[in-house]
């Protein structure tokens, strides 16, 4: 199946707590691929089709880029999906606009500490019971931005460009990712505040 997706995916459904160790800043958006095994035993019982490509996602933007960032207590990441084709089972293919940001929780506020945007298309090899994202093609800092993204993206190039500008979208369902994570992981948060903004109150729905 070759899906173009004609709306912006959020996924908060399969979202890891992400304690402690965090450490040191990233780096960059470096372009290049990655073999990382996910074991799909860690993947919330999703075992087959689009939810288990993306909870494989969220885990790798987690483990993989979020631990990255300067410490904190949660680590919530945003997919802004723009296209899944899953015609080859060894090869996967998932773009999109990819965030984490790592929070720390103060009372019923996440505060932000860090995190980032990783636009870009993932590889997965879906074949057999251990799956794997075998590469991770991400769009390039500064002057490389346009060049790698008309690149990687191809003919989704100008769907990528509307996503990627529509702040006030991404804003949106952000707000809405980390209320559906609230509510999954229980926590006693009811806002979200970047540093230097006032604080976002979280849906209620």
């Not at 890891?16 to 958006?29: D, M, P, R, V, Y």
């Not at 500490?113 to 800092?141: C, E, R, Y």
Request: hydrophobic letters at 35%; charged letters at 20%; aromatic letters at 10%.
């Amino acid at each position: 199946m070759n899906k173009l997706f004609m709306f912006i995916a959020v996924v908060a459904m399969g979202a890891t707590a992400f304690l402690g160790a965090c450490s040191s800043q990233q780096s960059g958006n470096a372009s290049g691929n990655d073999s990382v095994q996910v074991n799909d035993s860690n993947v919330d019982s999703i075992t087959s089709g689009e939810d288990a490509y993306l909870a494989f996602i969220e885990k790798y933007l987690v483990d993989s880029i979020g631990s990255q960032y300067s410490q904190g207590e949660v680590c919530i990441p945003l997919l802004q999906v723009i296209e899944i084709d899953d015609t080859d089972s060894a090869d996967v293919k998932v773009c999109g606009s990819f965030w984490v940001n790592n929070y720390k929780i103060s009372g019923d506020t996440l505060l932000t500490v860090s995190g980032g945007s990783h636009p870009g298309l993932f590889h997965l090899n879906t074949t057999g019971s251990d799956w794997q994202i075998t590469g991770f093609d991400q769009v390039g800092d500064g002057s490389s931005f346009t060049p790698t993204a008309k690149k990687i993206f191809g003919d989704k190039f100008d769907a990528f460009q509307k996503v990627n500008s529509d702040d006030k979208e991404r804003e949106k369902l952000r707000t809405k990712g980390i209320a559906e994570y609230v509510k999954k992981h229980n926590l006693k948060v009811t806002m979200y505040k970047d540093y230097g903004w006032p604080p976002v109150k979280l849906n209620e729905e």
